[in-house]
């Protein structure tokens, strides 16, 4: 298994440019979400998904956009990219019933 | 809303130290609480995960224990070494609203 894999690692875009950050996993887990990690706020879920189908805001979802087509699969669209976006972004898998977390490597964006 | 406090932000210990790092959370209704280990620029492993109805997990030098009542969890680490030196966080999943809630983290210097 690969478990949880993000393209690119890295990133640089300018302002008002879009992007998206692709997210895979194998485990055939339910349940994905998005995080981004900045210094001193500690890790915050942007959105998450429950299934195929299904997709819920997080605690900072404003300027992210997701869908979840598959199982497999959970982008994350940034539609007109801001500084206040240059974050690292984290994407995560978990089985529902199991309820643990497995974590992407991260994909590392600035946005000048 | 849940909220996870990890106190204090930073520690460093002489090598050789029995140590314990804290975890305090505001909701008792939580599926699991999870360990992460983060080494600068890396992503997040997980070290040990304790579900609602477990008191304690071990791996290795490593022991986490959940008192749900009172909303603490404790990451005990023995024998600490220079490699233990890395940022440490807690997180707690919550099913009703399908969210890993994570601490701050505590960054961990072991000294040689």
């Known amino acids: 298994n690969a478990g949880v894999t993000q393209t690119p690692k890295f990133q640089v875009l300018k302002t008002g440019q879009s992007m998206t950050l692709q997210c895979a996993q194998d485990?055939?887990?339910?349940?994905m979400s998005w995080y981004r990690q900045d210094p001193g706020m500690g890790l915050r879920l942007i959105h998450y998904?429950?299934?195929?189908?299904?997709?819920d805001q997080g605690e900072v979802p404003n300027g992210y956009n997701v869908s979840r087509s598959t199982t497999e699969d959970f982008p994350l669209r940034l539609l007109s990219a801001a500084p206040s976006q240059t974050s690292v972004y984290f994407c995560?898998?978990?089985?529902?019933?199991?309820?643990?977390?497995?974590f992407g490597p991260g994909t590392r964006l600035t946005v000048t | 809303k849940q909220e996870v406090t990890q106190i204090p932000a930073a520690l460093s210990v002489p090598e050789g130290e029995n140590l314990v790092l804290n975890c305090s959370f505001t909701?008792?209704?939580?599926?699991?609480l999870q360990w992460f280990r983060q080494d600068p620029g890396k992503g997040l492993t997980s070290l040990l995960l304790?579900?609602?109805?477990?008191r304690e997990q071990t791996s290795g030098r490593l022991n986490a224990s959940l008192d749900k009542s009172s909303g603490r969890s404790t990451l005990y680490i023995a024998a600490s070494q220079p490699g233990d030196s890395a940022t440490y966080l807690c997180?707690?999943?919550?099913?009703?609203?399908?969210?890993?809630?994570f601490g701050k983290g505590i960054t961990l210097s072991v000294r040689p």
């Open positions: 995560a898998s978990l089985k529902l019933g199991a309820y643990e977390q497995y």
């Open positions: 997180a707690v999943f919550t099913g009703a609203n399908s969210k890993l809630t």
């Open positions: 485990m055939n887990h339910e349940y």
């Open positions: 998904s429950v299934g195929a189908g299904i997709t």
């Open positions: 304790i579900q609602s109805s477990q």
């Open positions: 909701d008792s209704a939580i599926y699991n």
